[in-house]
């Protein structure tokens, strides 16, 4: 079994920023990508911003200059540094994991997702 918890979403102004967490937990043998992608009402999940292998960082033309993932390899964690929060922002953020299970068996994992909502 494997959980992915979020934490640090709530309700920010413009301009605001919110740090969000979220820690990979469970059978993992080893995890390949980590990543935050968000629904809003009425639209399709999309990637925010995500780290394969490490070293390899992806951002969605919107988070570019504003957003800042980063990960601790050593708590199986990704965090999502957001600046300059605009109310198009807002969100159901939903971290994600591309991992190894003890078992040998790869596995895309979803977390339960962390509401953002940004006021203008």
């Known amino acids: 079994q494997v959980q992915l918890v979020e934490s640090g979403g709530g309700l920010v102004q413009a301009g605001g920023s919110l740090r969000l967490s979220c820690a990979a937990s469970?059978?993992?043998?080893?995890?390949?990508?980590m990543g935050w992608y968000r629904q809003a009402p009425g639209k399709q999940r999309e990637l925010v911003a995500n780290?394969?292998?490490?070293?390899?960082?992806n951002y969605s033309d919107s988070a570019k200059g504003r957003f800042t993932i980063s990960r601790d390899n050593a708590k199986n964690t990704v965090y999502l540094q957001m600046n300059s929060l605009k109310p198009e922002d807002t969100a159901v953020y939903y971290c994600?994991?591309?991992?190894?299970?003890?078992?040998?068996?790869?596995?895309?994992?979803w977390g339960q997702g962390t509401q953002v909502t940004v006021s203008s």
């Open positions: 994600n994991a591309d991992l190894l299970t003890t078992a040998r068996v790869y596995l895309n994992s």
């Open positions: 780290i394969i292998s490490g070293n390899n960082i």
């Open positions: 469970g059978s993992i043998f080893s995890i390949n990508a």
